[in-house]
């Protein structure tokens, strides 16, 4: 099975702030690798899918990079309304996988 | 518009059994693959299972291979998740899933608890 290892488990950053977000798989995903952004009480939602593609209507300040096994979700100015916890998720193979999470806060 | 609605979740006592349904429409469901993907109290996210839209291909985390078994009813634009031997560990908020897509339901809650 392939393993998602998301870092840091924890972020606490300023609003404006550029924030980064990592992904490692243990093997080659061949960037089959989707981001979700899980607020409090509610369903996940999709943010980036296949690496670096933003799904219809997520804002620009969204992007996703990486091949291989290393992906990353960069905000480029982070807003209030980004509190939330993200996963990253390998649909390259099966069974599929998510990474345990990236919990952002606001300092 | 997409809508996927989960039902058949509650209480159920250890060793029991349970079986989820996902009712789809805005779509047309017998053209993609479907998941079911859970989350316990608190936790990350879990894929339990995945059909293809004939049915063909069907898939299962280890935690639950021998245990659930997925199936859908194109005809009735529903996905179900037949959930047997249930244990403590399998509680969670049950969610149905557009297989690569963002489209997910509400999710429905399965508490298993003597």
């Known amino acids: 099975d392939i393993q998602m290892t998301q870092s840091p488990s924890v972020l606490s950053a300023s609003v404006g702030d550029r924030v980064t977000l990592n992904c490692k798989a243990s093997?080659?995903?061949?960037?089959?690798l989707n981001w979700y952004q899980q607020k409090l009480g509610e369903a996940p939602k999709l943010l980036i899918y296949?690496?670096?593609n933003l799904q219809t209507g997520i804002p620009s300040r969204f992007s996703g990079s990486g091949s291989g096994t290393d992906y990353t979700l960069t905000i480029s100015s982070l807003q209030p309304e980004d509190v939330a916890t993200y996963f990253c998720?390998?649909?390259?193979?099966?069974?599929?996988?998510f990474g345990s999470g990236t919990k952002l806060e606001i300092k | 518009e997409v809508q996927l609605v989960e039902s058949g979740g509650g209480l159920v006592q250890p060793g029991r059994s349970l079986k989820l349904s996902c009712v789809a429409s805005?779509?047309?469901?017998?053209?993609?693959?479907m998941n079911w993907i859970r989350q316990a109290p608190g936790k990350g996210l879990e894929w339990v299972a995945y059909?293809?839209?004939?049915?063909?291909?069907?898939y299962y985390a280890e935690t639950v291979k021998g245990r659930f078994t997925i199936s859908r009813d194109n005809a009735k634009n529903t996905l179900y998740l037949q959930m047997t031997s249930l244990r403590s560990e399998d509680t969670a908020l049950y969610y149905c899933?557009?297989?690569?897509?963002?489209?997910w339901g509400q999710g429905v809650m399965v508490t298993v608890s003597s």
């Open positions: 899933a557009i297989h690569n897509s963002g489209y």
């Open positions: 805005g779509f047309t469901f017998s053209n993609y693959g």
């Open positions: 059909i293809s839209s004939g049915s063909s291909y069907i």
């Open positions: 093997q080659n995903i061949n960037k089959y």
């Open positions: 296949n690496t670096n």
């Open positions: 998720f390998q649909h390259n193979s099966w069974p599929l996988t």
